[in-house]
T-cell receptor
Framework: TQLLEQSPQFLSIQEGENLTVYCNSS?????LQWYRQEPGEGPVLLVT?????EVKKLKRLTFQFGDARKDSSLHITAAQPGDTGLYLC???????????FGTGTSLTVIP | NAGVTQTPKFRVLKTGQSMTLLCAQD?????MYWYRQDPGMGLRLIHY???????AKGEVPDGYNVSRLKKQNFLLGLESAAPSQTSVYFC????????????FGPGTRLLVL
């Protein structure tokens, strides 16, 4: 059982649609990160959220950290084919130096 | 800067064989990590290091050993490979501080027959 569960696991949508990916846990994290990974490459950091309730925007992507610091969401507005990839959340607990990764959400945006 | 590099990119092993995966970073980062990635399971931490000469176990350390003799290198060893170790292995490094970005290498694809 992984510490962070993501949903949905797979998502296939048409270009222009909106979507939300969820990252949930029963544990509390000091910070949470979102990564995007393309086939054959390593993950690349999109954003880090550190304050409960924090909302960060990166162009069409909106990230939110839950008030209780146990969950996060990623919302994409007007998805484009270039958004296609594997989205991973990763959390750091207050005790330790480890990053715990979520199970991943594979997004396909169809032109 | 090359960032994080991994050697080799792809390897096929027979059950029981041994091998070492090399990770090198040129960013003078203190922290280095080894992860494995399997379908539907995201990335799981195998071992990590918080500085030269130090190592610690992650979530799935069994069957692996690591060494950090030089700050820029982090080696992952498989003493007796098993089919369950078939996976894609990623190395990452980051500066000190939990909010800092992890920089990942391109991955090593390992197939154990």
């Amino acid at each position: 059982t992984q510490l962070l569960e993501q949903s949905p696991q797979f998502l296939s949508i048409q270009e222009g649609e909106n979507l939300t990916v969820y990252c949930n846990s029963s544990s509390v994290f000091s910070s949470l990160q979102w990564y995007r990974q393309e086939p054959g490459e390593g993950p690349v950091l999109l954003v880090t959220v550190v304050t409960g309730g924090e909302v960060k925007k990166l162009k069409r992507l909106t990230f939110q950290f839950g008030d209780a610091r146990k969950d996060s969401s990623l919302h994409i507005t007007a998805a484009q084919p270039g958004d296609t990839g594997l989205y991973l959340c990763a959390g750091v607990r207050y005790t330790g130096n480890q990053f715990y990764f979520g199970t991943g959400t594979s997004l396909t945006v169809i032109p | 800067n090359a960032g994080v590099t991994q050697t080799p990119k792809f390897r096929v092993l027979k059950t029981g064989q041994s091998m070492t995966l090399l990770c090198a970073q040129d960013m003078n980062h203190e922290y280095m990590y080894w992860y494995r990635q399997d379908p539907g399971m995201g990335l799981r931490l195998i071992h990590y290091s918080v500085g030269e000469g130090t190592t610690a176990k992650g979530e799935v350390p069994d069957g692996y050993n690591v060494s950090r003799l030089k700050k820029q290198n982090f080696l992952l060893g498989l003493e007796s490979a098993a089919p369950s170790q078939t996976s894609v292995y990623f190395c990452a490094s980051r500066p000190t501080g939990p909010k800092e970005t992890q920089y990942f290498g391109p991955g090593t694809r390992l197939l154990v027959l």
